[in-house]
């Protein structure tokens, strides 16, 4: 895939990260487009191969299994943007930030935890940490992560503009 992604120019390159992910490190050929909002119509019309590419392959397999149907051309960079990284291919650094797994992992925990010293106020609350358990376990058979979608749309894990708006325009 390395090979394809280094002499093929017409490869459509489309990570599907969160923006801030995508902002920390990413393909210098890659336009972000988020899984959560990806469709047919935002992708490339030709009929040139695209890419997907995630952090890891994951949701990189998700959006090509979400778009086969309608783009028989669709494939996925296995190992995702770490692979890349690892077989030399160009990226653009910028900004660090905590990742999503990291988040979902603090998060999942803290939940536990807060459901655990609880549960000595009120036995009930323990039924948050078995929800979060059930949550965890869900995740692993599936594949797909709720709480990682939902963190996934927070603001901070959103791109905030840089630019306010206002001119320096004189009349």
């Not at 900004?95 to 999942?108: D, G, I, P, T, Y």
């Not at 797909?144 to 791109?159: F, H, I, R």
Request: aromatic share 6%.
């Amino acid at each position: 895939m390395s090979d394809l992604l280094r002499t093929n120019p017409t490869v459509h390159v489309i990570d599907v990260r969160t923006p801030v992910e995508y902002q920390e490190v990413h393909l210098t050929s890659a336009r972000n487009l988020p899984l959560d909002l990806l469709k047919v119509d935002e992708l490339p019309t030709d009929n040139h191969p695209i890419v997907f590419v995630c952090k890891s392959g994951t949701r990189g397999r998700m959006a090509c299994e979400k778009m086969l149907a309608t783009r028989p051309n669709v494939m996925n960079l296995e190992g995702g943007t770490q692979a890349a990284v690892e077989a030399g291919l160009s990226v653009i650094r910028g900004k660090k930030a905590v990742s999503l797994e990291r988040q979902v992992r603090m998060a999942a925990g803290s939940f536990v935890l807060l459901g655990v010293l609880l549960s000595w106020l009120h036995p009930y609350f323990i039924g948050l940490s078995a929800f979060v358990g059930a949550g965890l376990v869900f995740a692993g058979i599936t594949d797909t992560c709720g709480m990682g979608m939902l963190l996934a749309k927070m603001p901070w894990n959103q791109v905030r503009s840089s630019s306010s708006g206002a001119t320096c325009a004189t009349p």
